[in-house]
């Protein structure tokens, strides 16, 4: 069973960065995407970035030009570099990644429904 942690979450003033990274207990050729989402409360939980194994990458359009997703094989990492932070992406973030052989279309990699691990969530909080 394949277990995410994330950390890095935080509280920051506007116009300030946060990085978050999500370990993973295990990172080979059966992790074949994975994806950064955030839930605010009494929201529903959307996509931020995703990346697969080719390293294709995509973001939400409410994070481009200010979030950047990379992945560190060697240490079995995803991070997420969030810089020009806003109030309204206060959120708990979640890592997750999709484990089975299947095929996929990329232009679901934002879709939580996508993915069939999880992590716990790590609160990022922006105030203004």
């Known amino acids: 069973q394949v277990q995410l942690v994330e950390s890095g979450g935080g509280s920051v003033q506007a116009g300030g960065s946060l990085r978050l990274s999500c370990a993973t207990s295990?990172?080979?050729?059966?992790?074949?995407?994975m994806g950064w989402f955030r839930q605010a409360p009494g929201k529903e939980r959307e996509g931020v970035a995703a990346v697969d194994m080719f390293n294709y990458i995509m973001y939400a359009d409410s994070v481009k030009g200010r979030f950047t997703v990379s992945q560190d094989s060697a240490k079995n990492t995803l991070y997420l570099q969030m810089n020009n932070l806003k109030p309204e992406d206060t959120a708990a973030y979640y890592c997750?990644?999709?484990?089975?052989?299947?095929?996929?279309?990329?232009?679901?990699?934002?879709?939580?429904?996508?993915?069939?691990?999880w992590g716990q969530g790590t609160q990022v909080t922006v105030s203004s």
């Open positions: 997750a990644a999709q484990l089975t052989a299947r095929p996929w279309v990329r232009a679901r990699l934002l879709r939580s429904d996508e993915y069939n691990s």
């Open positions: 295990e990172y080979t050729s059966t992790t074949y995407y």
